[in-house]
Structure formats: structure tokens, C-alpha cells
């Protein structure tokens, strides 16, 4: 079974794992160009912090992605699903990312939605405990910019 490791934000990851009554999370990557396809429906994706952290600290089920959605329709479609509280929020995390101002040309994110719970059969979001899966935590193996599927 393949797998896709996803690189995350810890703000995201903290934000959506204090509301386990949600039931799928949206992983948007800023500027994204193409749509995901590492994946089919149904299939793992994990979610790992950044450096210096480096640990898998939870993950899903994918449950469908696209590409080039403006920020806007984002928020509307998943709201806090996003892993953040607004629009505006979302958009200040963007341009943190790409470093430049969001304008109406590059007010875009690429999304993967996994599903949490009420998905598909067996479909359950997760997030770690322990040394591993804990925040603040530094895991093992190389530094992933944007992610890869593993088999």
C-alpha cells in the first residue's frame, strides 16, 4: 500500500488537532500549481512537521484533491477545516510561505482533503502521541520540502 508524507505547518497541526469533532481536514499547499495524484482515494497521507521536528505526527485518508483553488472558495468550501480561524488568517500563512503579498493573480492554494471520520469505510484521521508524534520533538530521517509517496 502506498503512502504519501506530507510536510506541515505545526500551527495547522495543532489547530486542527484540538477539534476532533471535525470530520476531514483540508491540506492546502500554497502556490501550488498542479493537481495531487501521488494517491488514489482512500490511501494514506501523513502529516510531518517541519524542520527541526522532522516527526510524523499524524495523518488520514485521502479522500479527494485538486488544484488551483482560489483561497477564497477554499475557506468557504472547509472553513476551519483549513486549519486555521479566517480568511484572513489563511491568506497571512500564505504569503508567509511564498513571501510575497497575496494579490487576485496569485491568490491561489493547491488542496488535498482527507477525510477524519464519516468518510469512507474505515477512514479515520489520527494524530500521535509519545516522543514521536509529539510536537517539539525531533524525529529521524532527512529534511522533504514538499513531501513524497512512499510504497
Known sequence: MR???????????????LRPDLDEVSFWQPGGTREFRALSVGQPFLFKLHYPNHAIVGGGYLRHASALVPTSLAWEAFGEKNGVDSLAEMRRRIEGYRRIPTDS??????KVACSRSGGEEGSLSFYLEGKRGRPGEEGEGPAAA???AVP
Open 3 to 17: 503512502a504519501y508524507v506530507a510536510v506541515t505547518d505545526r500551527e495547522w497541526f495543532r489547530f486542527l488537532r
Open 105 to 110: 493573480h496569485a491568490d491561489y492554494v493547491s
Open 146 to 148: 514538499a513531501g513524497g
